[in-house]
C-alpha cells in the first residue's frame, strides 16, 4: 500500500485521543460545545490552512473548485479525472471524509480510486474544514452533501454519469442521509459505507465512554440506521474493519442486517482499526470489483 496511505493514517489518529479526553468534561461540555467534539476540524492544529493539493500526488488531470451553497458558504473541493475514457470513466464518486483533517489529507484515497477504478472523484470539503468557510453541524453538513451532488448534475462533463457516494466513518453518515433524500431521482447507481456508525447518540458509549449516559444530550444525531433500510435500489458496499476501536463493527454490522437492497455486499478487514482500514490488504480492490460489478455493467 502506497506511503502516502500510511502517513494519512498515522496523524488522523489524533482526533481520537482529543475528542475522547473532552468527553470527561460533564454534561454542559456535551450539550453546549458537542460541535467542537463531534467535528475536530482544527486537528492536525494547521488543518485549517495547510490543504494538500491535487498537484502535489501527480494528478495534472484535476481542477480546484469553491461550491457556493443555498444557505451562503464557500466549500473547497476537488475534482479528479481520470486519464483515459474507458467505460468506468463515466462513473463519478462523491467522497465524504471522516471527521477530522481536510479534503488534502485524503488526496491519495482520491488518487487511487481514479487509477484502480477509472472514475472521476469529487472530494468536497464540509463547512468549516480546510479552506471552506463556516461552521459544522448537521444541517450544514446535510447542505453541503447535496449541494454536491447538485454540482455534479449540472457540470456538462459529469452530467448522466453513474453517481457513487463513498463516505468513512462520519462521511458514511452523510451518505446514507444524502442517498436516502435523492432515491426519487434514480441518479445515484451506488453507496460505499466504512466504518460507519448506527447513530451519534449510540456511538457516544464507545467513542467517549465516560460520557455514555449522556447520550441523550446530543442533538447532532446522524440517524442512519432510521434511513439506511429506506434505500432499497441501491446498491451498498459495506467496508468493516474489524478492530475498529472508535465505531464498534457491530455497528456496521447491524447497519449491514439493516440494508434492505436487494444488491448489499459485505467486505470486512480483520486488521483493520478505525483510521487505517482503508490501508489494508484488497481494501481497493474490493471496490473496484464492486464498482466494476454493480455500477458499471448496470446499464440501468
Known sequence: MSNYISNMVSYLRLPVLASSGLAVL??????????????????????????????????????????????GESLS????????????SNVTVIMFHGNAGNIGHRLPIGKILVEAVGCHVLMV??????????NPNE?????DAQTALDYVRRR????????????????????IWLVQRNLKHGDVKGLILENTFL????????????????????????????????IEDVPILFLSGLQDEIVPASQMKALFDSCRSDAKSWREFPGGTHNDTVAQPNYFESIQEWAFDYVVRNSS
Open 199 to 230: 447513530s451519534i447518540r449510540k456511538l457516544i458509549p464507545s467513542a467517549f465512554p465516560p460520557a455514555r449516559y449522556l447520550a441523550p444530550l446530543c442533538h447532532q444525531v446522524w440517524p442512519s440506521e432510521q434511513l439506511l433500510p429506506q
Open 156 to 175: 456538462a462533463e459529469l452530467r448522466g454519469s453513474k453517481i457513487v457516494v463513498y463516505g468513512q466513518s462520519l462521511g458514511g453518515a452523510v451518505g
Open 77 to 88: 473541493a476537488f475534482l479528479l479525472r481520470p486519464s483515459d475514457s474507458s467505460p468506468r
Open 26 to 71: 460533564g454534561s454542559g461540555l456535551l450539550y453546549f460545545k458537542q460541535n467542537e467534539i463531534i467535528y475536530p476540524r482544527a486537528i492536525p492544529p494547521d488543518a485549517r490552512t495547510n490543504v494538500p493539493r491535487p498537484s502535489q500526488f501527480g494528478l495534472t488531470s484535476s481542477e480546484e473548485l469553491l461550491l457556493p451553497t443555498p444557505d
Open 125 to 134: 470539503e464540509y463547512r468549516g474544514y480546510g479552506l471552506s468557510s463556516g
Open 139 to 143: 444541517k450544514g453538513l446535510q447542505i
